[in-house]
């Protein structure tokens, strides 16, 4: 099967990828909001989550993400709440937002390399725009080296929207 037959199959079955590139840590993981995508219009967020590149440092830091529009501008809100404590995080672990109820908190996955499955958040309103973000909810990151990417999954849920990396 040939790459464009793969991909076009891949968005129908588990959304369209959205990706950052490889990010410090201690740059956008601190105590106040970070935005991370943009969102125009609509849509269906099938998975959010971010994934360690290399080991975070030893802060006991905790992450919950959340939607904040600045069309129609409204108050921002928590997509989860804060997950556990993510000191050390290890190579490969993923956290991500569960999506059964926005006061459940983010999801550490149990081992590197191995989630557990999401449900669906829609967020985003017909012709809006506003950012996903992540906020260091307990300490902020402040290794030197600790790296990390974020990945979201989407389906537009109205014309024209889509979900962009802002890193």
Do not use: H
């Not at 601190?30 to 440092?57: N, P």
């Amino acid at each position: 099967m040939n790459s464009i037959t793969q991909e076009a199959i891949a968005q129908v079955v588990r959304g369209i990828k959205t990706e950052t590139a490889v990010f410090l840590n201690a740059t956008y993981i601190k105590v106040a909001q970070s935005s991370i995508f943009t969102v125009i219009g609509r849509v269906r967020i099938l998975y959010l989550g971010i994934e360690a590149i290399t080991a975070w440092s030893a802060d006991a830091t905790t992450i919950k993400f959340g939607y904040d529009a600045s069309t129609p501008a409204v108050a921002a809100v928590d997509l989860c709440s804060a997950s556990g404590a993510l000191t050390s995080l290890a190579v490969g672990k993923r956290v991500s937002v569960l999506g059964d109820a926005l006061a459940t908190g983010a999801l550490e996955s149990a081992n590197s390399g191995v989630s557990l499955k999401t449900n669906a958040v829609d967020i985003g309103s017909e012709n809006g725009v506003g950012v996903i973000y992540i906020t260091g909810a307990g300490a902020a990151q402040t290794g030197a080296t600790a790296t990390s990417k974020m990945t979201c999954l989407w389906i537009p849920q109205s014309d024209n929207a889509y979900v962009e990396s802002l890193i």
